[in-house]
Each structure stands twice: as structure tokens, then as C-alpha cells.
């Protein structure tokens, strides 16, 4: 292929990602880039963690065991959240988001920054569902490569959860007997 057929391959390419860019947007600002960027990101992650998994020979079970995929969900669960709204994780965040208040017991509400070319990253790092893709790809690499850790560390995650479901129980039943 020539120069000239890449530049013009090039600029059609260009332009086709400009005009689904404009259409799909309706007028609104969608940061595409950064969502493609965070897609590649995430298959490269994955990638990565797959290709340690094969290196080390791990075998991949048949299916996984139910109870696993049990204690992964609520341990995906409480670390997607911890990561993504408790106030203590909120250093983590911040080079990503603003503060915008309270949401819950120990949560924030913050928001993407939308200014510096971060908004990507900070809606990844405020949004527990997009944080429990990742959550859930890293506990299964662990699981893989260092299983008893990793369920030890699950179990705890799912205790933390289960403590938490308790506290808000406790903090209702309080609340109804008081009369609030």
C-alpha cells in the first residue's frame, strides 16, 4: 500500500469515528474516547491476568463452584463499594472527582471531573457497577493464582458486608422503635 492510500484509509477512518461520534452524542458531551480507552485498558488487564494464569499453569476448573461465585458476588459487591463511595477511600478518588455531599451511612455522592480529561477515570472510580467489573476480573485472576489468599480475603469482604447489612438492620429497628 502506498502513503497516499494510508493518509486517505486514514482520513476515512477519521472521519467515519467523527460522524458515529456526533450521532450517537445527540448533541450531548459522551466522552467515547475515554470509554474506548478504558475498554482496551480492561482487555489489556485482562489479558495480562490470563496470560500469568496460563505462565504459572493453573488449571481453569470445569465450571466454578457455586459457593464461589456466591462469595465472590458479595465480596465484589463490598469492595466495588468501598472503593467507589466510602468516605475513607475518598483520597483515592479525589485526583478524579469533586465532592458534591453525603450519600449514606459513611458514602459520598461525588462526581466525575469533567474539566482536565479525567471524567473517564473518575466515572470508573465513582460508579460501584463499573468498579465490580474489575473487582470481579481481579478476584477471579486471585482465585486462580493464589486461591487461599484470595477466598480469605473474599470471606472477610463478605463478613464486612454482612456487619454492614447488620448495622443498617439495627440503626432501622432503632429508628421504628423511637418512632422516627
Not at 13 to 39: D, K, N
Not at 100 to 118: C, F, I, M, N, W
Amino acid at each position: 500500500m502506498s502513503i497516499g492510500a494510508d493518509n486517505r484509509l486514514a482520513g476515512r477512518l477519521q472521519g467515519f469515528l467523527h460522524g458515529t461520534r456526533r450521532e450517537y452524542s445527540a448533541g450531548h458531551e459522551r466522552p467515547l474516547g475515554g470509554y474506548l480507552a478504558a475498554v482496551a485498558g480492561f482487555g489489556v488487564y485482562t489479558a495480562a491476568c490470563g496470560a500469568v494464569v496460563r505462565l504459572r499453569g493453573r488449571p481453569l476448573p470445569d465450571r466454578p463452584a457455586p459457593w464461589d461465585v456466591m462469595l465472590t458476588s458479595v465480596a465484589a459487591f463490598r469492595l466495588s463499594r468501598l472503593l467507589s463511595k466510602a468516605s475513607v477511600t475518598s483520597p483515592l478518588r479525589a485526583p478524579f472527582t469533586r465532592y458534591v455531599g453525603s450519600q449514606g451511612p459513611a458514602e459520598l455522592h461525588e462526581e466525575a471531573r469533567a474539566d482536565d480529561g479525567t471524567n473517564t477515570v473518575g466515572e470508573l472510580v465513582t460508579c460501584p457497577f463499573c468498579m465490580s467489573v474489575w473487582v470481579v476480573s481481579t478476584l477471579t485472576a486471585g482465585q486462580l493464582l493464589w486461591p487461599r489468599a484470595t477466598r480469605t480475603a473474599m470471606g472477610a469482604l463478605t463478613a464486612l458486608a454482612g456487619a454492614d447489612a447488620l448495622q443498617l438492620a439495627y440503626t432501622a429497628l432503632v429508628n421504628k422503635a423511637d418512632g422516627d
